[in-house]
Nanobody
Framework: VQLQASGGGLVQAGGSLRLSCAVS????????AGWFRQAPGKQRELVAA???????NYADSVKGRFTISRDNAKNTVFLQMNSLKHEDTAVYYC????????????WGQGTQVTVSS
């Protein structure tokens, strides 16, 4: 199983980035997906998640600014990030969870997002 995250970078506050996570080695459409982030000195947190059926949920800190989506035909999950803030600076990770599992078992390598204030 491979999860390849991309799309991170340096952006000014108020700007936008779109993260992508390309998945291979499993039947992507049968897995829920999530984006996590970890800032220096802080615990990893779930930012957004999407179920097999497309139901989404978000951390309060990103509601209205971030949108998670998936393209099962391309085996890819996306995170559109708008109105970025300095506090969004972190390494972002994509992860997969099988339909019956509680925890995310497959993880990507992370992509750095830096928002300058």
């Amino acid at each position: 199983v491979q999860l390849q995250a991309s799309g991170g970078g340096l952006v000014q506050a108020g700007g936008s980035l779109r993260l992508s996570c390309a998945v291979s080695g499993l039947t992507f459409s049968t897995y829920g997906a999530g984006w996590f982030r970890q800032a220096p000195g802080k615990q990893r947190e779930l930012v957004a998640a999407i179920t097999i059926s497309g139901t989404t949920n978000y951390a309060d800190s990103v509601k209205g600014r971030f949108t998670i989506s998936r393209d099962n035909a391309k085996n890819t999950v996306f995170l559109q990030m708008n109105s970025l803030k300095h506090e969004d600076t972190a390494v972002y990770y994509c992860a997969l969870r099988s339909a019956l599992a509680r925890d995310y078992a497959s993880w990507g390598q992370g992509t750095q997002v830096t928002v300058s204030s």
